[in-house]
């Protein structure tokens, strides 16, 4: 069964909008991890923001905060205020209790000057 | 601190042949990953270590692939025979063991062309 889901093959937004990237995820497990990376045309993969199961508010770094709804299953990244850089693909991803990540599809997203 | 280290970072191959990837993971973690990601997809787990071992290789396809770690720091994929579907980017990654809020930590990946 996937673990993660991400519906959004590519996304578009204007250049100093805010966008969400949607990702939802199953698991079974009482503790979890759930993550998000950036991977540039370059190819490397960088952490972006982390989010605890456990966690009762919602992960904030910069213009990136995570909108986690435990009940939903759901780990949506915001990206605030766009900007060219930030065009590249996005990946959501879980970590389990044994230290398993499981990674989404991606979503390509656009920034337009 | 120096990150996670792959080498080499492109290689062209005819297929039916061999090939080797390296990767140095950051000093101290015990956990060490092998990913594949085909062009517009996610990263695909090959073969996960907690130190030396071996703790989940379900998704490695042994006939072709292998993988080592010595010592539990520095590891190797090998793919023998390498066939056209193998064409693909393979991520090295790296994290503490047991903690389940740190990230992995990717290296730059190495980009192989079977032709």
């Known amino acids: 069964a996937q673990k993660i889901t991400q519906t959004q093959p590519g996304m578009f937004v204007q250049e100093k909008e805010a966008v969400t990237l949607d990702c939802t995820y199953d698991?079974?497990?009482?503790?979890?991890?759930l993550f998000w990376y950036k991977q540039p045309s370059s190819g490397e993969m960088i952490f972006l923001i982390y989010?605890?199961?456990?966690?009762?508010q919602n992960a904030t770094e910069g213009r990136y905060s995570l909108n986690f709804q435990k009940a939903r299953k759901s780990a949506n990244l915001v990206i605030s205020a766009s900007q060219l850089g930030d065009s590249a693909m996005y990946f959501c991803?879980?970590?389990?209790?044994?230290?398993?990540?499981?990674f989404g599809t991606g979503t390509s997203l656009t920034v337009i000057p | 601190e120096a990150g996670v280290v792959q080498s080499p970072r492109y290689k062209i191959i005819e297929k039916k042949q061999p090939v080797a990837f390296w990767c140095n993971p950051i000093?101290?973690?015990?956990?060490l990953y092998w990913y594949l990601q085909n062009l517009g997809q996610g990263p695909e787990l090959l073969i996960r270590?907690?130190?030396?071992?071996?703790?989940?290789d379900s998704q490695l396809p042994k006939d072709r692939f292998s993988a080592e770690r010595l010592k539990g720091v520095d590891s190797t994929l090998k793919i023998q025979p390498a066939e056209l579907g193998d064409s693909a980017v393979y991520l090295c990654?790296?994290?503490?063991?047991?903690?389940?809020?740190?990230?992995?930590?990717f290296g730059q990946g190495t980009r192989l062309t079977v032709v």
């Open positions: 000093s101290g973690h015990n956990t």
């Open positions: 989010q605890g199961s456990y966690d009762q």
């Open positions: 698991t079974s497990d009482p503790s979890y991890g």
């Open positions: 991803a879980m970590r389990d209790l044994v230290g398993q990540f499981y």
């Open positions: 270590y907690e130190n030396e071992e071996a703790v989940d």
């Open positions: 990654a790296s994290s503490p063991a047991g903690a389940k809020n740190t990230e992995a930590f």
